[in-house]
């Protein structure tokens, strides 16, 4: 379909399209159709066959004369082909599924009929385009474009390599798009699915915590120190929701510390127990297994934060002939947040290592306290 646009339709009878095709280094003439009026929309019939081609409009005025001649217009008739995908497979784990825990260079082998390359030099009259489209989005908005490494014989086959960190856990599929406009239908024999083994991650670990007090001075000067080093911590985290940037989830973690101090006269102590709910940020790295496709949970870095309680529980003095003081117990508000580093030992074993830092709001005490901690955990 040829159109064109006319500055004075009212003084138009009919239009002439010359059509030349181009051949060597010169043109040679294909079709001269003429309209029946002033449209100025042509259906080209017979069919041009696939090749390079000029045309140009000769305006007839009312008395069916030529008035005008436009200049040459170049265009081209690609040849159509409706391209098949009948399987996609990778080249490291041979199937249409791919693990983000595993190790995947990008490369998969797309094989069907009427796959031809891209065209490189904006000069093929057969050409095609690929891209990977994520589950529930529309071909027409095109998609991740891949590398194209290599194509097979007969067209039936081509070996395309898309960059992992594009990929997100999801379904995608694999478009092959013809210069003509036609695509392949979306079903499952084109069809790519990125996935973790794993959907979602439940750590749990438990160790040993020193809180230093490092603001407010109360516990110095009534107990006579600002670390504490009888003390224990426990974390559980649950990350739902994983990606290749990281994985996001909530957690619960608790402390224990008794306090104790001995001035010679008298003693006092107390217990110190915090629990707080956490939003956390978990970063894993990975590295290839040699000679194998695995890859190895190495690290996680792990960002953490959240609100919860400190609750002072029994704070008593004792002086000698069995003399208390009645008991202190205080229930406050605090936040916590925090930086650590597991290092897994095995694939689900893993030593933590890492520092919180917390306040609790006591009235007339607004103590700021580090908690540096180690623990060993399991990955469930």
Same mark, same amino acid.
């Given at each position: 379909?040829? #159109?064109?646009?006319?500055?004075?339709?009212?003084?138009?009878?009919?239009?002439?399209?010359?059509? @030349?095709?181009?051949?060597?280094?010169?043109?040679?003439?294909?079709?001269?159709?003429?309209?029946?009026?002033? $449209?100025?929309?042509? =259906?080209?019939?017979?069919?041009?066959?696939?090749?390079?081609?000029?045309?140009?409009?000769?305006?007839?005025?009312?008395?069916?004369?030529?008035?005008?001649?436009?200049?040459?217009?170049?265009?081209?008739?690609?040849?159509?082909? =409706? &391209?098949?995908?009948?399987?996609?497979?990778?080249?490291?784990?041979?199937?249409? $599924?791919?693990?983000?825990? @595993?190790?995947?260079?990008?490369?998969?082998?797309?094989?069907?009929?009427?796959?031809?390359? &891209?065209?490189?030099?904006?000069?093929?009259?057969?050409?095609?385009?690929?891209?990977?489209?994520?589950?529930?989005?529309?071909?027409?908005?095109?998609?991740?474009?891949?590398? !194209?490494?290599?194509?097979?014989?007969?067209?039936?086959?081509?070996?395309?390599?898309?960059?992992?960190?594009?990929?997100?856990?999801?379904?995608?599929?694999?478009? %092959?798009?013809?210069?003509?406009?036609?695509?392949?239908?979306?079903?499952?024999?084109?069809?790519?699915?990125?996935?973790?083994?794993?959907?979602?991650?439940?750590?749990? #670990?438990?160790?040993?915590?020193?809180?230093?007090?490092?603001?407010?001075?109360?516990?110095?000067?009534?107990?006579?120190?600002?670390?504490?080093?009888?003390?224990?911590?426990?974390?559980?985290?649950?990350? &739902?929701?994983?990606?290749?940037?990281?994985?996001?989830?909530?957690?619960? $973690?608790?402390?224990?510390?008794?306090?104790?101090?001995?001035?010679?006269?008298?003693?006092?102590?107390?217990?110190? !127990? $915090?629990?707080?709910?956490?939003?956390?940020?978990?970063?894993?790295?990975?590295?290839?297994?040699?000679?194998?496709?695995?890859?190895?949970?190495?690290?996680?870095?792990?960002?953490?934060?959240?609100?919860? !309680? %400190?609750?002072?529980?029994?704070?008593?003095?004792?002086?000698?002939?069995?003399?208390?003081?009645?008991?202190?117990?205080?229930?406050? !508000?605090?936040?916590?947040?925090?930086?650590?580093?597991?290092?897994?030992?095995?694939?689900?074993?893993?030593?933590?290592?890492?520092?919180?830092?917390?306040?609790?709001?006591?009235?007339?005490?607004?103590?700021?306290?580090?908690?540096? =901690?180690?623990?060993?955990?399991?990955?469930?």
């Amino acid at each position: 379909m040829l #159109s064109w646009v006319e500055d004075d339709p009212d003084a138009v009878l009919k239009y002439e399209v010359v059509i @030349e095709e181009e051949v060597g280094g010169g043109y040679r003439p294909a079709v001269t159709l003429q309209t029946e009026d002033n $449209t100025t929309r042509m =259906q080209i019939t017979p069919l041009l066959e696939p090749g390079y081609y000029r045309f140009k409009v000769i305006t007839y005025d009312l008395i069916s004369r030529p008035a005008k001649v436009s200049e040459w217009k170049r265009f081209r008739v690609y040849a159509a082909h =409706q &391209p098949e995908i009948r399987d996609v497979s990778s080249r490291v784990s041979h199937s249409s $599924t791919i693990y983000l825990e @595993e190790y995947n260079d990008g490369v998969f082998t797309i094989e069907g009929h009427e796959l031809f390359m &891209p065209d490189k030099n904006n000069k093929s009259l057969e050409f095609t385009d690929y891209f990977l489209v994520p589950e529930g989005k529309d071909v027409e908005d095109g998609g991740i474009v891949p590398e !194209i490494l290599d194509g097979g014989k007969k067209n039936r086959s081509v070996t395309l390599k898309f960059n992992i960190k594009d990929l997100y856990t999801g379904d995608y599929h694999v478009v %092959a798009k013809d210069a003509s406009g036609l695509y392949t239908e979306l079903g499952s024999k084109n069809e790519l699915s990125v996935r973790y083994k794993k959907p979602f991650d439940l750590d749990v #670990s438990a160790g040993y915590t020193c809180p230093i007090i490092i603001k407010d001075s109360t516990f110095k000067d009534f107990m006579g120190s600002l670390v504490w080093p009888v003390s224990a911590t426990a974390k559980v985290t649950f990350m &739902p929701f994983k990606h290749n940037w990281g994985y996001l989830g909530i957690g619960v $973690t608790a402390s224990y510390t008794r306090m104790f101090y001995d001035e010679g006269g008298y003693t006092v102590d107390g217990n110190l !127990i $915090t629990g707080h709910g956490l939003l956390v940020y978990q970063f894993p790295i990975r590295f290839r297994v040699k000679g194998t496709n695995q890859r190895r949970h190495a690290f996680t870095v792990e960002l953490h934060g959240g609100a919860g !309680i %400190a609750y002072f529980a029994d704070y008593q003095y004792h002086f000698p002939h069995g003399i208390d003081t009645p008991k202190l117990n205080s229930t406050d !508000i605090s936040a916590i947040a925090g930086l650590s580093f597991q290092t897994y030992v095995t694939s689900r074993i893993y030593i933590e290592a890492g520092i919180d830092g917390f306040m609790a709001f006591v009235p007339d005490m607004k103590s700021i306290y580090l908690l540096p =901690q180690v623990s060993a955990g399991f990955q469930f």
